[in-house]
């Protein structure tokens, strides 16, 4: 049992899980792990997330907010969150994006039992979280800078960067609030579908929803429909787009404010998986980068993007540009 986590079998004696198989699965971008349990008449996901990198408070208050608002987030069968120990419903293999991958005509019908799945969402009360303020967006903008420029050796005017984010950033602000629960991670990688969705309007399970914050419905929009891994044609954008500003019956301005959410995330995305290749030697994650580059590209052509994208025009040379995002070495 060496290769399992100090304390795993003790937990799982402690809920009831004594002797069931275990199957370890292939982790992602962050330092959490994860279990497949298995037992002769149950199954579940066991999931690691040690402290101090990890803290699996956060998902566990989400979770209880999230099924408590008629959401489906996983049930929890158990938790040791001073360990990091949560035990949780196993959602099946179903997620979005693999099961794309095999069924894809079922594309049109999946993207709107996603739609709509986010439209419930909003129509709820925010949850007690903190706030997706001024202050959470430049922190996020700013790992553009702090990682991407560098590993391309571009030296840039990072108070300007700022200043060009607030100004675009500044006029959308008054409409989250009071806001609604924002995901911030919901995409096809990250919605489990529990049945078919050409012929089953059941709900979609959610997972990795632990960052949530209060802010605006259109960046989980963003999140969905500007997705870093898997491709998202215009047509299917835009139309998903248009059934959710139906649903959720939008005002004018809440296309200019996708615009301004999508190419905040795109900048911060690509920070991001610079940063997972960089520091955490993790170099899958720049194979996405041209992908989120050609979506932050329609983002800034937008006029309410004008001050950032004039930023990008000055400071990011037209040869990155115009290979979106250029080759880090």
């Not at 579940?44 to 008629?70: H, I, K, R, S």
């Amino acid at each position: 049992m060496s290769e399992y986590p100090q304390g795993m079998m003790e937990f799982l004696n402690s809920c009831g899980w004594s002797g069931c198989a275990i199957d370890a699965i292939p982790g992602d971008a962050s330092f959490r792990r994860y279990f497949r349990l298995r037992k002769p008449d149950a199954k579940a996901m066991l999931m690691y997330a040690p402290p101090p990198t990890e803290d699996p408070e956060p998902f566990l208050n989400v979770a209880n907010w999230l099924t408590q608002n008629g959401m489906r987030a996983p049930v929890i069968y158990g938790s040791n969150p001073a360990q990091g120990w949560v035990l949780l419903e196993d959602f099946g293999d179903d997620r979005m994006r693999d099961w794309l991958d095999d069924n894809p005509d079922g594309e049109m019908a999946a993207y709107a039992g996603a739609i709509d799945a986010l439209a419930d969402l909003h129509k709820c009360a925010p949850g007690p979280f903190d706030a997706y303020d001024m202050a959470v967006y430049q922190r996020e903008t700013e790992l553009f800078t702090s990682w991407y420029c560098p590993a391309m050796s571009l030296q840039v005017d990072v108070d300007g960067h700022a200043a060009a984010w607030q100004a675009a950033l500044a006029p959308m602000m008054a409409r989250q609030n009071p806001g609604v629960t924002v995901l911030r991670d919901y995409h096809a990688e990250n919605i489990m579908l529990l049945g078919d969705p050409r012929t089953d309007s059941g709900p979609q399970g959610l997972i990795d929803f632990q960052d949530a914050l209060v802010g605006h419905p259109a960046y989980d929009l963003v999140s969905l429909l500007q997705d870093a891994r898997r491709e998202v044609s215009s047509e299917l954008e835009a139309a998903m787009l248009e059934r959710y500003c139906q649903k959720a019956d939008t005002a004018e301005e809440f296309v200019a404010d996708y615009a301004r959410l999508g190419a905040q995330r795109n900048a911060k995305i690509i920070g991001i998986f610079t940063r997972l290749y960089v520091r955490d030697k993790k170099p899958r994650y720049l194979d996405f980068i041209p992908r989120v580059w050609e979506a932050m590209e329609r983002d800034l052509a937008h006029p309410a993007l004008e001050p950032v994208a004039q930023w990008f025009e000055s400071n990011v040379p037209d040869a990155i540009r115009k290979s979106y995002g250029g080759k880090i070495a």
